[in-house]
């Protein structure tokens, strides 16, 4: 089956700097690749995802890159907010089987 | 939509007593998760189904835990007896198309066995 590994499990920051968060996955046919962002005492909810006919993605102050050749993606935030702190899962899935979640990443942005 | 309900919110129970946790999909949501979460372990996929079928029951841990889904609107997560390592957050979630699309979470029932 599908196995995930994400990395760091920690990242703290400046407020306004950027975050990058890495997750490799094994099964070359998995071709959707969610994020979900766990705010603490909340539910995961979804940030952005990216399918593997796209290379990047972006949606305001985040972004989502693909590597399929190296079966890698990675979350980037740029300009960093004290809202932004929170446990970020990346999840691999090749559709019509279920999403596989790397450990998480808690990420926590200082003032 | 209210999005996927769980019940209860937080459940505290002695070792050995039966605890039932409940699900209310997403409607029109075809595919219904449960997931358990520890510090420890992370998420954790316990079984998953689709049009009410069970279709990967290989995430529950024990037979002490059993799920079921009599219909579209309504899903169990079941443990008994129950042990203080089941202690963590369970998450329902759904999505409309099984493992392509979104996947909704429940806000989650935090499970206490002392």
């Known amino acids: 089956g599908e196995n995930v590994e994400q990395h760091p499990s920690t990242l703290s920051v400046q407020e306004g700097d950027s975050a990058v968060i890495k997750c490799t996955y094994s099964d070359s046919a998995s071709n959707y690749f969610p994020w979900y962002k766990q705010e603490l005492g909340k539910r995961p909810q979804l940030i952005i995802d990216i399918r593997s006919n796209v290379g990047e993605k972006k949606d305001q102050r985040i972004a989502v890159t693909l590597n399929k050749t190296a079966k890698h993606f990675s979350l980037h935030i740029t300009e960093t907010q004290p809202e932004d702190s929170a446990v970020y899962f990346c999840a691999a899935s090749r559709g019509y089987s279920t999403l596989t979640f790397g450990k998480g990443t808690m990420l926590l942005v200082s003032p | 939509d209210a999005g996927v309900i769980q019940s209860p919110r937080h459940e505290v129970t002695e070792m050995g007593q039966e605890v039932t946790l409940r699900c209310k999909p997403i409607?029109?949501?075809?595919?219904l998760f449960w997931y358990r979460q520890t510090m420890m372990r992370g998420l954790e996929l316990l079984i998953y189904f689709n049009n009410n079928v069970p279709i990967d029951d290989s995430g529950m841990p024990e037979d002490r835990f059993s799920a079921k889904m009599p219909n579209a609107s309504f899903s169990t997560l079941k443990i008994q007896p129950s042990e203080p390592r089941d202690s963590a957050v369970y998450f329902c979630?759904?999505?409309?198309?099984?493992?392509?699309?979104?996947?909704?979470f429940g806000q989650g029932t935090r499970l206490t066995v002392v």
């Open positions: 409607s029109g949501h075809n595919s």
């Open positions: 979630a759904s999505s409309s198309v099984w493992g392509a699309t979104e996947a909704f």
